[in-house]
């Protein structure tokens, strides 16, 4: 057995971007999806950050919903209830990247023990996967709920260790966020961040990846 995996699900192996259709629908979007995905991702995110900080925990689910609601103020864009209903749902279901079933399998085959480890709620990721098609890969998921956090809170790394019974210097976080990467690297953990643009830039902090692949497919070899 090569060693535990601990498999970021959002921007990883699922794509956040898979809204964009139905944000394109719109006719208050409209050619504003691009912009509009990556602005909610990014309040999506900082919610979480903000609400691990103060110790004010709610799920993932309310900050995705709360980081639309502030999409539409501060761009001023009126959505019904029912727009804003049918773009989680969305969010509930969306797809897996192109290379995730390839890349698990070989990763399964290569004797990795592999998990879903995520800031979603354990149902929210059961759903993503089951979608997918790609739950059979995963042993396990371990949900930031448990503790009542988010990462990149140290204690949410250790927590995936004891649950799954590992350590650190046998286990690996596989992002493509680069803060999540570092946030397991400093919680004692081996981190392989997946670059999935050339344009993207991993934070000047001097921690830097343990292992960086452009695809999942690279993975089972860099790690072996």
Not at 129 to 151: M, P, W
Not at 170 to 195: C, E, R, T, Y
Request: charged share 25%.
């Amino acid at each position: 057995m090569s060693g535990t995996l601990a498999f970021d699900i959002y921007g990883t192996l699922i794509d956040t971007n898979g809204v964009l259709a139905a944000l394109g629908e719109l006719d208050a979007v409209g050619n504003r999806a691009v912009e509009f995905s990556r602005v909610w991702r990014e309040k999506q995110l900082e919610y979480t950050f903000r609400r691990g900080l103060m110790q004010n925990y709610a799920d993932f689910a309310v900050c995705t919903r709360q980081a639309l609601d502030y999409l539409c103020a501060v761009y001023r864009v009126e959505l019904t209830d029912a727009d804003k209903d049918r773009l989680l749902e969305v969010y509930r279901t969306l797809p897996a990247f192109d290379d995730a079933g390839e890349g698990l399998e070989l990763l399964s085959t290569a004797g990795f023990r592999i998990h879903a480890f995520s800031n979603g709620s354990a149902k929210a990721v059961e759903t993503l996967l089951q979608t997918a098609g790609i739950r059979e890969y995963f042993l396990d998921v371990v949900s930031v709920e448990d503790l009542r956090s988010f990462k990149p809170n140290p204690a949410v790394y250790a927590h995936f260790l004891r649950r799954v019974g590992a350590t650190g210097a046998d286990a690996w976080l596989i992002s493509g966020n680069p803060f999540d990467v570092i946030g397991a690297i400093s919680a004692g953990m081996k981190g392989a961040w997946v670059k999935r643009s050339p344009d993207a830039v991993f934070d000047p902090w001097g921690i830097e990846p343990t292992v960086t692949v452009r695809s999942l497919t690279e993975l089972a070899g860099r790690l072996a």
